[in-house]
């Protein structure tokens, strides 16, 4: 069983910066795929980050390229998501996703465990 627990979420202004960090507890990191999505109201959940097992490869869609970084910390068993530029349309609940079945994963369903998510608000 893996305790996910996301950090950082918070009011920023447009073009500022903000750190995720996903702490997980009950198992280490090391041979988990991770993921940060966000969901804001009336919309789907969207992957905007995804990082391999391995740490090898990472996925960011069109929308976060180039301003958004995923980075996993074995030692720490933290995950971090730094957002850069940020922008009004980056405002949603961002949610901590892992599991261990998988090498590397997009979508929700292919994610066992979440975290409670973090409110991120970017005004213009």
């Known amino acids: 069983q893996v305790q996910l627990v996301e950090s950082g979420g918070g009011s920023v202004q447009a073009g500022g910066s903000l750190r995720l960090s996903c702490t997980a507890s009950?198992?280490?990191?090391?041979?988990?795929?991770m993921a940060w999505f966000r969901q804001a109201p009336g919309k789907e959940r969207e992957c905007v980050a995804a990082?391999?097992?391995?740490?090898?490869?990472?996925y960011y869609p069109d929308s976060v390229k180039g301003r958004f970084t995923i980075s996993k910390d074995n030692a720490k068993n933290t995950v971090y998501l730094q957002m850069n530029s940020l922008k009004p349309e980056d405002t949603a609940v961002y949610y901590c996703?892992?599991?261990?079945?998988?090498?590397?994963?997009?979508?929700?369903?292919?994610?066992?465990?979440w975290g409670q998510g973090t409110q991120v608000t970017v005004s213009s």
């Open positions: 990082i391999s097992r391995s740490g090898s490869s990472t």
């Open positions: 996703a892992a599991d261990r079945t998988i090498t590397f994963a997009t979508t929700p369903k292919q994610y066992g465990y």
């Open positions: 009950g198992r280490t990191l090391t041979n988990y795929a």
